[in-house]
């Protein structure tokens, strides 16, 4: 018999990706309520993500906040704009810029991470190990992992936000004089909760999509010592295109949300 | 019986392993010997037939049950599965502290590291983290993993693979002394006739997925069949 349609290889491949990353995530979300809690582990992942990703997370937020307001700037001045840049500038910061760009540095600097040390401990049998020991490592190392980088993510947008909202004031201070409570009593000014709330409820989805692809691509690492630099860089590359599909979600329904 | 999509690696299997004996089983690259000590101990699951341990045919346990089982089985691994984020000591200290059922909670665990360490000859590695140790310290450090759990059954993945002649000599006394210390039931896979011909007291010739031939060292080396004398050329 003809085939009338054949699905490409890819396709097959990415849709039996999808199937296979919602097991994975389905059978977190089974053991996370299992005893036994590994507290101690988890602690200390939280320690490692959080403390490790902290200086990179505070540059680019300071970073950001200057090369934002530089740019910005001129235009404003050309609509005689000038007072809005703080509001303007925390607005974006904190809805949209800090957190996508935290959580796409997040997913470079832990995200892979994850993967490559998942992955080697997959081909070098250390999972195995774990598990013949009577431990269970799926609890043990990927629940403890997506449960720190869910609860860190939040925290670290939270200080590249401060952070960026700084660098801005610097600029603003240097070129426009203006008084650190002057330019502080105007970003919260115009700052609502409903700017905040939505956008930290989705540094949190945000978090959780960098573990989980990062476990999942470890966990599951095949072909050696080469799988584990696969594992690392695909980790990569999946975790940044799911944080656009989140943020575009997010995005409708915040809009949908607030529309009503 | 075991299989990949149309590949048998495991057909009809069939193996005791009787209390205090050393089993030897033998097999070419690919025959699935490690395949059958993986089903053995539950990391890979078997297609049909069963695998009664101490009495419990653990294809149809629950993972808890799988677990309780694993206190009493060690698994020494081909390359020995050292957590390297951990040092030895914590290395060793990583299952005990898992299994309050069968040791209690343990405030210092000192003492039992120790032991264990000092039954491979190693007590002053105790600091060292996996990366610092040469490939026979490794080896002995994992079994020391093993022997922390006190084990009533060790099974060894090619234990001396990897290893020079002279390393491989001091794995296989090991061996021995363990077994004689701690009464182990031991199945040791191996291509190493020296290790089979110093341990084995009873060997199996895996071959095609089944077991081709079973008997003593002696017994199988003075074999008239082509198939079976390739092993000991």
Known sequence: MNTILKIPEPV???????????????????????????FREFLRQCYNMGNQSLLLVAVTGFIIGLVFTLQSRPTLQQFGAVSWMPSMVSISIIREIGPIITALICAGR?????????????????????EVSGTN????????????????????????????????FLVENTKGNVSFLLYYNLVFKHLEFSDLIPSTIKTFFFGFAIGLVGCFKGYNCKKGTAGVGIA??????????????????????TDIFYSL | MKSYGDNNVLNGFNM??????????????????????????GLEEVDSGSIEIMG????????????????????????????????????????????????????????LVTEALQSVGLEDAINLMPSEL????????????????????????????????????????????????????????????????????????????????????????????????????
């Open chain 2, 56 to 111: 419990k045919d653990i294809v149809k346990l629950e993972r808890d049950e799988m677990d309780e089982i694993r206190t009493e089985i060690g698994f020494l691994f081909q390359g020995s599965a050292l957590y390297d984020s951990m040092s030895v000591r914590e290395n060793l200290e990583f299952p005990l502290r898992r299994h309050p059922k069968k040791f209690g909670i343990i405030e210092d665990t000192t003492p």
């Open chain 2, 16 to 41: 005791e392993l009787y209390e205090g004996e050393n089993l030897v089983i033998m097999g070419k690259s690919g025959s699935g010997k490690s395949v059958m000590i993986k089903c053995l101990i």
């Open chain 1, 110 to 130: 832990i995200g892979s991470g994850i993967g490559a040390e998942l992955g080697s401990m997959r081909v070098t049998e250390q999972i195995d190990a774990m």
């Open chain 2, 134 to 233: 040469s490939g026979g310290m490794k080896r002995r450090i994992a079994l020391a993993r093993t022997l922390i759990l006190q084990p009533k059954i060790i099974l060894y993945d090619e234990p001396t693979t990897g290893l020079d002649p002279i390393t491989s000599k001091e794995i296989i006394m090991l061996m021995q002394s363990v077994q004689k210390k701690y009464k182990t039931s031991s199945l040791i896979i191996t291509h190493d006739v020296d290790c089979a011909r110093v341990i084995a007291n009873r060997m199996i010739l895996l071959i095609d997925g089944i077991n081709y031939i079973e008997g003593t060292f002696q017994e199988l080396s003075s074999s008239k069949d082509a198939k079976v004398q390739a092993f000991f050329k």
């Open chain 1, 12 to 38: 097959q491949t990415f849709f039996a990706e999808i199937g296979e990353l919602s097991y994975f995530s389905g059978r977190f979300f089974k053991e996370v309520f299992k005893k036994p809690y590994e």
């Open chain 1, 232 to 253: 690392a860089n695909s980790a990569v590359v999946y975790t940044s295109m799911l944080l656009f599909i989140i943020d575009f979600i997010a995005v409708l329904v």
């Open chain 1, 137 to 168: 490592p799926f609890k043990y190392l990927v629940v403890t992992r997506i449960l720190a980088t869910t609860l860190m993510l939040p925290i670290l947008v939270f200080f590249a936000d401060a952070i960026a909202i700084y660098g801005s």
